[in-house]
């Protein structure tokens, strides 16, 4: 029964998770200032969760846009060019989804167009929609390969993640200088160990760190 009326609250009859208003948003935030043990009536924390609740919609802006929007135009004319394209050090922020807290890192790209090529910071663009969005690195890192995939239709994505996490660096287990690396390798680059070390090489990763037949 309560969960009824719990579902009610929240998905409209078309079943779609409704947006709340800001005013809970920032009634949200209020409750989190108390919960930290602060006042949310004092002077300086006045207008913060107004200010909370733009930074969110700036950080979790990719809830709004379509990644396969930015690669919807792509170019033909690729003067019979027929290797690898690599796209390295892509810096993106994001947040994770268990606590909300920054992941910072960069993101290399490389595939093998077949015919068809897109402008590089359409690449870029891609990143940053995935990446503003409650994320787990292992998901944007392969969820970032399966649009180009699906889109541009190479013949082989690659796409390494590196990042640290907040959540890890500031809290827990308190590790500083950490950082996690993740790889989604499709087509090509999953089944030819050459292409594979070719892109790790042009990113500065030696392939032996992924489990690759490469000479690392
Ligand atoms: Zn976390």
Not at 51 to 57: L, N, S
Not at 60 to 89: H, I, K, M, N, W
Not at 117 to 142: D, N
Not at 172 to 178: A, E, I, L
Request: proline share 3%; hydrophobic share 35%.
């Amino acid at each position: 029964m309560d969960k009824a009326v719990e579902n009610k609250r929240v998905r409209s009859a078309a079943g779609q998770l409704e947006k709340p208003s800001r005013e809970e948003a920032e009634a949200a935030v209020r409750t989190l200032i108390r919960w930290s043990g602060d006042d949310p009536d004092r002077e300086g924390l006045r207008a913060t969760p107004s200010r909370v609740v733009r930074a969110y919609e700036e950080w979790f802006s990719g809830y709004t846009a379509d990644p396969s929007d930015y690669l919807s135009r792509t170019f033909d004319e690729t003067g019979g060019y027929d290797e690898v394209v690599v796209l390295r050090d892509i810096r993106f922020e994001s947040h994770c989804e268990h606590h909300m807290a920054p992941i910072i890192g960069r993101v290399h790209i490389g595939y093998l167009p077949r015919n068809r090529v897109v402008g590089i910071s359409k690449l870029a663009r891609l990143v940053e929609v995935f990446a503003r969005r409650l994320q787990i690195q292992e998901k944007m890192t392969a969820e970032i390969a399966s649009c180009l995939d699906a889109v541009l239709k190479p013949h082989g994505v690659a796409v390494v993640t590196e990042a640290t996490h907040q959540c890890m660096t500031t809290r827990g287990v308190h590790k500083t200088g950490v950082s996690m690396v993740t790889s989604r390798m499709l087509g090509v680059f999953r089944d030819h160990a050459e292409t594979r070390q070719e892109f790790l090489s042009a990113i500065g990763i030696r392939g032996g760190a992924h489990g690759g037949n490469g000479a690392g």
